[in-house]
């Protein structure tokens, strides 16, 4: 449960930083990719001799990486349309 609150409230904090143009949306993606290839290169040399410590590790990996790319896709896809387009 800490986990997943954590994910959550940073989420929060990167949204509301790439709202307030703190954040460029494009360095966010940049970083889910990097976190998603971080966790497939440290899965390739899994073994069916795994324990549990290093798969959560490389899930974590790419949970963050799920975290920085959701939110700026999201908010480059709003931002995309014109003011007539919004609703």
């Given at each position: 449960?800490?986990?997943m609150s954590f994910a959550g409230v940073l989420?929060?904090?990167i949204?509301?930083?790439?709202i307030t143009k703190k954040l460029n949306p494009y360095f966010l993606l940049i970083i889910s990719v990097l976190c998603f290839a971080g966790s497939c290169y440290y899965s390739t040399y899994?073994?069916?001799?795994?324990?549990f410590f290093?798969?959560?590790v490389a899930r974590?990996?790419?949970g963050i990486g799920?975290?920085?790319?959701?939110?700026?896709?999201a908010y480059l896809s709003n931002t995309s349309y014109g003011a007539d387009h919004s609703s």
């Open positions: 449960l800490a986990i989420a929060y904090f949204y509301h930083a790439v899994f073994n069916t001799e795994i324990d290093h798969l959560a974590l990996l790419a799920l975290v920085f790319f959701f939110i700026p896709i």
